[in-house]
């Protein structure tokens, strides 16, 4: 499970502590004092430190100072004797995460390395999922630096944040950065994508409900309120939910209490709420649609994600940043292609972007991905452009048809490909071979 130092100049308790420890899976290292902890430490990798304070040679606080400089910092838990408090103190200012009174029984120990290296493994799980996120949120423009150094400013606290952009922007990646670079990162983050779930189902999903609230309701069922506790709940289109929802949502968020349906007893929850719209709310207040007192307590720090129009800068590192994702080198997109993109307005923002470099690889194959490979697809055809097309004898399931063939030809037969082209799930490209009464084409 995790990689341990002991340190003890007892070699029986040492011991005794080790053997614990192993037989819970751990990996242990023991050192018989202080001056052997530190070249440990600086040799060998380490998830945690079980020191004692007070050891001939070097004591336990030039080890804990020790672990605590490493990169990330190591969690140390100090063992002291009875009647020496202060020095648990002292080591607690000087970064301890935990200590025990000695004498102390092995299931004391246990339980406090448990908790260690469960925190251990949340802030490491934290770290990773932040360098993940991180190139996802390219900044090389002014406008997305704005935006990243909001969000870094606004993580410590515990603010309300509501993120504003066009669908398509990376609002979801930037609530996920916020919290997994809070203090809230080891507990769990719940994403709820409000214009998903209609009013009855997103109230229960989200206050939960006891058995028998409504038809349907055989067990008593925890909501997402409650699921996040101590951690943070992202609430992705907010401004589709009706009037009636909004209530229950400011009621909570005045109180921070929320009241599952089919209950009475009004529960404690400790949750930061991130909400997301790309519906200007202040216009949705002036029309009545949405509540101003909802708005002002979502609105407490408010981060507005630039469109990829407004950052042309981003255009070229993001499109690199996919493609080293997929194990590509930005280098295989030439510089034809590279001006391609910075010329393209992307109305779908950094999803459209991703989705043309995806074609633009299935496209080139081994080749370069060329300018055409990421040219732009026609848009939706207006209704002048749809009246060309409407001549005597034009046969509507012959034009979907081909329309289908020429996508699975370019796609090289991959259909989840093919759907991407075609702007449609590969479920609904199933659907109309199946009613047009065609099988897979030979290609």
Known sequence: MARILVVDDEPKLGKLAAEMLQRDGHAVVRAGGGREALVAIAAQPFDAVLTDLRMPDVDGLAVLRAARARKPPLEVVVMTAFGTAESAVEAMKAGAADYVMK???????????????????????????????????????????????????????????????????????????????????????????????????????????????????????????????????????????????????????????????????????????????????????????????????????????????????????????????????????????????????????????ENALERGLILAGEEEIAAEHVAEQARPASRSAAGDVLTPGFDLDSFERDLIFAALERAGGNKASAARLLGITRRRLYSRLHSLGEKEPDL
């Not at 390219?138 to 630096?145: D, G, L, N, P, T």
């Not at 189902?201 to 069922?221: I, N, P, Q, S, W």
């Not at 408010?302 to 499109?319: G, H, K």
């Open 103 to 353: 004498p102390f029984s092995m299931d004391e120990l246990r339980l406090r390395v448990r908790r260690l290296v469960e925190k251990h493994g949340a802030e490491e799980k934290a770290r990773r999922m932040v360098g993940e996120l991180t190139p996802r949120l390219v900044a090389a423009s002014a406008a997305m630096r704005k935006a990243l150094e909001s969000a870094d400013r606004v993580a410590g606290a515990d603010a309300t944040v509501l993120l504003l952009g066009e669908s398509g922007t990376g609002k979801s990646q930037l609530a996920r950065y916020i919290h997994f670079s809070s203090k809230r990162a080891g507990a769990p983050l719940i994403e709820v994508h409000c214009a998903a779930l209609p009013e009855a189902l997103l109230e229960a999903e989200l206050f939960g409900y006891e058995k028998g609230a409504f038809t349907g309701a055989t067990d008593r069922r925890r909501g997402h309120l409650s699921a996040a506790d101590g951690g943070t709940l992202f609430l992705d289109e907010i401004g589709e939910i009706t009037p009636a929802t909004q209530v229950k949502l400011l009621r909570f968020l005045q109180a921070r209490e929320l009241v599952a349906l089919g209950s009475s007893e009004p529960q404690k929850v400790d949750v930061r709420v991130i909400a997301a719209t790309n519906r200007d709310l202040g216009a949705a207040v002036r029309e009545g649609t949405f509540r101003e007192d909802f708005f002002y307590r979502l609105n407490v720090f408010a981060i507005e994600m630039p469109s990829l129009r407004a950052r042309p800068d981003d255009i070229v590192p993001l499109a690199e940043a996919f493609l080293q994702r997929h194990g590509v080198p930005g280098t295989k997109l030439s510089p034809a292609a590279r001006e391609a993109l910075r010329q393209r307005a992307f109305p779908g923002n950094v999803r459209e972007l």
